[in-house]
């Protein structure tokens, strides 16, 4: 039992005297020099965990601050990677059990135990839990190896893959001559194969960062609607080649969703590509989005396809990595199997979950949910000041708008720069700048809520316009805009209760941001394009 | 230094495109497709002779990779700043290397588009007409 400084310290939980001077005589009686630090609350205890770290804690469950299992839930959360046994007065198996499930390493019944069997368990004890962590070390090591292989394999394959993509298009081009018709057909098919392979290095990657947790999503407030529109839109001529009609459902009013657009985008592409690959000629994809009575937190969306289904035994592996439709006969390349895992990641990252129900010979339906947006709830920490609405509220609008259309990237990048820096021109508890709208067009609208007048106000846009202005990528290639209205608020007049003022002030934001509604006779003096040229 | 220059004869009104790029074959296909879009060519290997071939021809335009021998896409981006006369070239970054990692730094450095490898044609010649615009400083009319 030696821990760095090379004593052996245990922490004994224990708040009965006697049993814990009966632990120390143990002690003494096997010649084992151990240091005994006795503490008789669970309080105390995890306050010594704070300072120092024991080479083991030897724990009784029922204190007079923690019974049970809680005792050892919070010992082990506190110190995962101290030894931890219990001593208990309860021959409790399944206690033990769930104790040892849960990490401890060793469950004694007070009064079974001899001094050398004390002894003997606590050293054992120490040791298999210097085994696990080098083991677990181990793990960590392996899978950062293995995640490193990966992405150079995955940037290695890239570059022959690139030679090979740039050929066959000089070819099919014409730019090295005119080509036969069969020799433009068979390059298509090297092409096909090409973004096939293609498609499986990018998945091999997300697949590796949603291992690693390092997918990232940038949730904007958008309309789903709009986003099934363009997949459906981006899906119908891959479905009209295997002569599969790609639809989306009736179209209701939902409202909006905070999701990222392009992760939502590929999850629903993923999902219709695999209806349509298991889907016969003359059969049919369709997309729907809804709202559930019961859950009013989330907008649910289905994909479903009239294909044969998935028999009931599957189910539980389709979602799994690398699995492969068994009865793939139609030729299709299935590819490696990573899609619907990483779809399911990505839905999980936006709060939302994933599921499948499939009647074999009649089709499947893939569902996820995607978390609804809620402006009141995010308003209310800003607009409210001691249980009542502030007295003035200004909603400033951000444009920014780009000279050119095609530099996509770039312009992307710039504009999250911009959003950055918007954050940080503004009170943290007065103000909120609202989540990016819409699917990213080229034109790029921040809004802010800011709980201030309008003459107040022009101090954050001079600052936003300074602040903005001054990042040379903006100049270089975009224009921006920055204007206010007020939002008419009277809160010493109004009689409805606060959470229906603030539901109020929401909505009137949402319809200014929605219906575009932002009517240039609103604008206020201070209203300024700024050119960067 | 390792150069291959493609004019095809043309009158020298063309916007002149610099293509950096270790691997032969790419750096052909490249200068293939540009040319084919009415551009002419220079193209050099390693991150020396880009910085060398700025000089000596300036380009209109870079298209730059990351992975390069003799200095690196990024050590060539910051050294074409410290010059008056290249910091305006626009420098288009098309690499094989991972967006996630490496467009944010690219960005930052100084380039004005990032492409991952292979990257679609219509958007790189989209992006490349785009750069040699007027209004887009060291364009070709500027």
Same mark, same amino acid.
């Given at each position: 039992?030696?821990?760095?400084?090379?004593?052996?310290?245990?922490l004994?939980?224990?708040?009965?005297?006697?049993?814990?001077?009966?632990?120390?005589?143990?002690?003494?009686?096997?010649?084992?020099? @151990?240091?005994?630090?006795?503490?008789?609350?669970?309080?105390? *205890?995890?306050?010594?965990?704070?300072?120092?770290?024991?080479?083991?804690?030897l724990?009784?469950?029922?204190?007079?601050?923690?019974?049970?299992?809680?005792?050892?839930?919070?010992?082990?959360?506190?110190a995962?990677?101290?030894? @931890?046994?219990?001593?208990?007065?309860?021959d409790?198996?399944?206690?033990?059990?769930?104790?040892?499930?849960?990490?401890?390493?060793?469950?004694?019944?007070?009064?079974?135990?001899t001094?050398?069997?004390?002894?003997?368990?606590?050293?054992?004890?120490?040791?298999?839990?210097?085994?696990?962590?080098?083991?677990?070390?181990?793990?960590?090591?392996?899978?950062?190896?293995?995640?490193?292989?990966?992405?150079h394999?995955?940037?290695?394959?890239?570059?022959p893959?690139?030679?090979?993509?740039?050929?066959v298009?000089?070819?099919?081009d014409?730019?090295?001559?005119?080509?036969?018709?069969?020799?433009?057909?068979?390059?298509?098919?090297?092409?096909?194969?090409?973004n096939?392979?293609?498609?499986?290095?990018r998945?091999?990657?997300? *697949?590796?960062?949603?291992?690693?947790?390092?997918?990232?999503?940038?949730?904007?407030c958008?309309?789903?609607?709009?986003?099934i529109?363009?997949?459906?839109?981006?899906?119908?001529?891959?479905?009209?080649?295997?002569? @599969?009609?790609?639809?989306?459902?009736?179209?209701?009013?939902?409202?909006?969703v905070?999701?990222?657009?392009?992760?939502?985008?590929?999850v629903l592409i993923?999902?219709?590509?695999?209806?349509?690959?298991f889907?016969?000629p003359?059969?049919?994809?369709?997309?729907?989005?809804?709202?559930?009575?019961?859950d009013?937190?989330?907008?649910?969306?289905?994909?479903?396809?009239?294909?044969?289904?998935?028999?009931?035994?599957?189910?539980?592996?389709?979602?799994?990595?690398?699995?492969?439709?068994?009865?793939?006969?139609?030729g299709?390349?299935?590819?490696l199997?990573?899609?619907?895992?990483? *779809?399911?990641?990505?839905?999980?990252?936006?709060?939302?979950?994933?599921?499948?129900?499939?009647?074999?010979?009649?089709?499947?339906?893939?569902?996820?949910?995607?978390?609804?947006?809620?402006?009141?709830?995010?308003?209310?920490?800003?607009?409210?000041?001691?249980?009542?609405?502030?007295?003035?509220?200004?909603?400033?609008?951000?444009?920014?708008?780009?000279?050119?259309?095609?530099?996509?990237?770039?312009?992307?990048?710039?504009c999250?720069?911009?959003?950055?820096?918007l954050?940080?021109?503004?009170?943290?508890?007065?103000?909120?700048?609202?989540?990016?709208?819409?699917t990213?067009?080229?034109?790029?609208?921040?809004?802010?809520? *800011?709980?201030?007048?309008?003459?107040?106000?022009?101090?954050?846009?001079?600052?936003?316009?300074?602040?903005?202005?001054?990042?040379?990528?903006?100049?270089?290639s975009?224009?921006?805009?920055?204007?206010?209205e007020?939002i008419?608020?009277?809160?010493?007049?109004?009689?409805?209760p606060?959470?229906?003022q603030?539901?109020?002030?929401?909505d009137?934001?949402?319809?200014?941001?929605?219906?575009?509604?932002?009517?240039?006779?609103?604008?206020?003096?201070?209203?300024?394009r700024?050119?960067?040229h | 230094?390792?150069?291959?220059?493609?004019?095809d004869?043309?009158?020298?009104?063309?916007?002149?495109?610099?293509?950096?790029?270790d691997?032969?074959?790419?750096?052909?296909?490249?200068?293939?497709?540009?040319?084919?879009?009415?551009?002419?060519?220079?193209?050099?290997?390693?991150?020396?002779?880009?910085?060398a071939?700025?000089?000596?021809e300036?380009?209109?335009?870079?298209?730059?990779?990351l992975?390069?021998?003799?200095?690196?896409?990024f050590?060539?981006?910051?050294?074409?700043?410290?010059?008056p006369?290249?910091?305006?070239?626009?420098?288009?970054?098309?690499?094989?290397?991972?967006?996630?990692?490496?467009?944010?730094?690219?960005?930052?450095?100084?380039?004005?588009?990032?492409f991952?490898?292979?990257?679609?044609?219509e958007?790189?010649?989209?992006?490349?007409?785009?750069?040699?615009?007027?209004?887009?400083?060291?364009?070709?009319?500027?």
């Open positions: 039992m030696n821990n760095d400084n090379g004593h052996n310290h245990v004994l939980i224990e708040d009965n005297p006697g049993d814990a001077d009966l632990v120390r005589l143990r002690f003494v009686e096997s010649k084992s020099a @151990v240091q005994v630090n006795c503490v008789p609350r669970l309080s105390d *205890a995890l306050a010594c965990l704070d300072v120092e770290t024991p080479s083991l804690v724990l009784d469950l029922n204190l007079p601050d923690s019974h049970g299992a809680e005792t050892f839930r919070r010992i082990l959360q506190k995962p990677n101290v030894p @931890v046994v219990i001593l208990s007065g309860q409790d198996e399944a206690l033990a059990t769930k104790a040892v499930h849960m990490g401890v390493q060793d469950y004694l019944v007070k009064g079974d135990i001094s050398k069997q004390l002894e003997r368990a606590l050293r054992y004890a120490v040791e298999r839990q210097a085994l696990l962590r080098t083991l677990e070390t181990t793990r960590k090591q392996q899978l950062e190896f293995k995640n490193q292989f990966l992405s394999v995955s940037h290695e394959l890239r570059t893959l690139t030679c090979i993509h740039q050929y298009t000089l070819l099919l014409g730019l090295a001559g005119a080509m036969a018709p069969e020799q433009t057909d068979y390059l298509k098919t090297v092409l096909k194969s090409m096939q392979l293609h498609a499986m290095i998945d091999l990657l997300e *697949a590796t960062r949603a291992d690693s947790g390092k997918l990232r999503i940038e949730p904007r958008i309309n789903i609607g709009e986003l529109q363009q997949a459906v839109a981006m899906m119908r001529p891959t479905g009209a080649e295997k002569r @599969v009609s790609v639809e989306a459902g009736p179209d209701q009013t939902i409202p909006l905070y999701a990222d657009p392009d992760r939502t985008l590929e993923n999902l219709i590509d695999n209806g349509i690959k889907t016969p003359e059969g049919s994809v369709v997309v729907k989005a809804s709202m559930v009575e019961t009013p937190t989330a907008v649910y969306l289905a994909v479903s396809d009239s294909g044969r289904g998935i028999p009931p035994e599957s189910l539980p592996q389709v979602f799994e990595r690398l699995y492969q439709d068994p009865n793939a006969v139609d299709n390349r299935t590819g199997g990573l899609g619907l895992y990483i *779809a399911k990641e990505i839905v999980a990252l936006q709060g939302g979950r994933m599921w499948v129900a499939s009647q074999p010979g009649s089709g499947s339906t893939f569902s996820f949910t995607v978390p609804l947006y809620s402006l009141p709830k995010l308003l209310l920490p800003v607009i409210t000041h001691q249980g009542c609405l502030r007295e003035a509220i200004v909603l400033v609008r951000v444009e920014l708008t780009p000279l050119s259309k095609s530099l996509r990237g770039s312009w992307k990048e710039i999250q720069r911009c959003l950055d820096l954050r940080q021109c503004i009170y943290v508890d007065k103000d909120l700048v609202l989540p990016a709208m819409g990213s067009g080229p034109v790029e609208t921040f809004f802010v809520v *800011a709980s201030t007048d309008m003459e107040s106000v022009s101090i954050m846009m001079d600052r936003i316009r300074e602040q903005l202005g001054a990042l040379p990528k903006l100049k270089a975009g224009t921006l805009l920055v204007t206010a007020a008419p608020v009277a809160p010493a007049a109004d009689p409805r606060l959470e229906q603030v539901w109020g002030v929401a009137y934001v949402t319809e200014i941001i929605q219906q575009g509604l932002w009517s240039k006779a609103n604008f206020t003096e201070k209203e300024n700024e050119n960067a | 230094m390792r150069t291959e220059s493609y004019t004869g043309q009158p020298m009104n063309r916007a002149k495109i610099m293509v950096v790029d691997d032969p074959d790419l750096r052909h296909a490249l200068s293939l497709r540009l040319r084919a879009n009415n551009y002419d060519t220079v193209n050099v290997c390693d991150g020396y002779s880009a910085l071939m700025a000089q000596k300036h380009p209109h335009l870079i298209i730059l990779d992975g390069l021998p003799a200095g690196d896409g050590a060539v981006l910051k050294h074409l700043q410290e010059y006369a290249l910091s305006a070239i626009p420098v288009i970054v098309l690499t094989a290397r991972d967006p996630e990692t490496s467009e944010k730094r690219t960005l930052e450095s100084g380039a004005i588009a990032f991952q490898k292979p990257a679609d044609n958007e790189l010649l989209s992006v490349i007409r785009a750069s040699l615009q007027p209004g887009w400083g060291g364009g070709l009319l500027s």
